[in-house]
């Protein structure tokens, strides 16, 4: 005979949906970040006399590809899942106000 499974505590439900928005921070939020910052340092490398905008693109991409299992790691090293959506948002709306600026000088 099994033996009956005790219920659920809050505490249990709490760490699952802090686990879900961990997650959710790593995947969107990572996916945002890295492409923001992506899209930036190819505005910077592309924006010379003598630079190629192809290979800027594919520079860029290829060093978002880098950063973005980084910004996974720091997502699930902070103390709580609200500072690393705080830290994401943060560094999002640093890099939009920077491509914004890069590419208003740049035109």
Not at 22 to 39: F, N, Q
Not at 84 to 102: E, P, R
Request: glycine share 6%.
């Amino acid at each position: 005979m099994k033996a009956a499974r005790p219920e659920a505590q809050p505490k249990d439900a709490l760490y699952r949906w802090a686990v879900l928005s961990r997650v959710l921070a790593a995947t969107l939020g990572g996916y945002g970040v890295s492409a923001l910052a992506m899209a930036l340092l190819a505005l910077l490398l592309s924006s010379g006399p003598d630079r190629q905008p192809a290979n800027s693109v594919l520079f860029a991409t290829m060093l978002s590809f880098v950063l973005y299992p980084v910004i996974v790691i720091v997502v699930f090293s902070v103390r709580s899942a609200l500072r690393a959506w705080l830290v994401l948002g943060v560094i999002a709306l640093l890099l939009g106000a920077s491509i914004t600026v890069v590419s208003m000088a740049g035109a």
